[in-house]
């Protein structure tokens, strides 16, 4: 799959030409970013890709490396997808999640390697660089308010397509939502033969994240972005297993609008404090319809349906269904880390409130827009 330089560039001239009106204003905030931006990733750029080339002549194997039920957690925004997928993650025995660094830093197998190398020549000598790094960490990705982001915890799969610019997460930091709108509606929008190569960039990714690392026995992979490539992950990757959590919608919408919002102010001067309310609305309802509808005509030993409501009141019995269903092996180790985990949960509770008038976002649109799900999943109505 090639790099997709027409979007690329197109975002770029944009940016800097035809921005003035639009969430993507040229502001100095906004071309103090753009200035980082083409700095640092078109370098970076060149040494990821540069690195893919090497795995093929140093490290062809990793195309062999079997991809043996793999886990997705698919869902809306806001869904519990993360805590589901960092509380999975902690069965290291079973599971591997690609993490921030993973994703942007070390993607393939040389890079792995490189770095891997000088880790072990780091700790020779105290561990100085690593505590640099997660000094950095923390000072930086650390302040993320919203999700929690770290170079050392598992991120979405996602994000292995910016190395394609081939992604809807690219539209949040061009917010230029016509350009990439495509990409929330992935299996009926995407053309076949980029979403053919897309998904087979995003296979030899994973691949090459276990070949590498050879320290589980499954991906875990946490997407919700996935929604609407849930047809192309079924096809490309034949036993994949599928978690859905599906969540309240007014809470889901909210909790979206406010956390997009916040993505896109920090990259951008938005005109508005919350952004492209409409498309939002748009995609979520079709991340409940679409996944459901693609579930429907899977082999039921594949997926789960799951609540929100009710993973965040009984994490472990949930977890340990997830077990059951799929066959995963429980250890002793993780038992008990699942116990800890899901005490914590009982007495977690969010810092966040969101504004329906702020929002725009009225009562009966919710339930206009979202009443099916409603009914479907048992919700009680707001």
Known sequence: ????????????????????????????????????????????GLVVWFSFLLDEILFPAY????LEKPLFILGNFRSGSTFLQRLLAKDRSQFA???TWDIFISPSVTLTRFFSAIRWLDARVGSPLTRLLRFLDRKSLGRVEIHRISFFQPEE???????LWSTSFAGMLFPFMEDYEKYFYFDQRVPDKEKRGIMRFYTHALQRRLY???NARHHLSKNPSFSPKLGSILQEIPDARVIYLAREPMDMLLSTISWLGYTWRVFSDPLAKYPFIEEIIAFARHWYEYPLQALEQADPQRYL???YDDLVADPERVVRGIYSKFGYAMTPEFEQALLIESERARHYSSTHSYSLEEMGVSRERVLQEFGWVYERFGFKKP
């Open 97 to 99: 999640s690609a993490t």
């Open 1 to 44: 799959m090639a790099y997709n330089f027409a979007l690329f560039f197109q975002s770029f001239y944009k940016s800097f030409f035809r921005s003035r009106g639009t969430h993507a204003r040229l502001t100095r905030k906004r071309f103090l970013f753009l200035l980082l931006f083409y700095t640092v990733w078109p370098l970076w």
């Open 157 to 163: 799969d996602e994000n292995f397509l910016l190395h």
């Open 305 to 307: 349906i799951l609540r």
């Open 63 to 66: 195309r062999r490396q079997p």
């Open 212 to 214: 590498a690392r050879r």
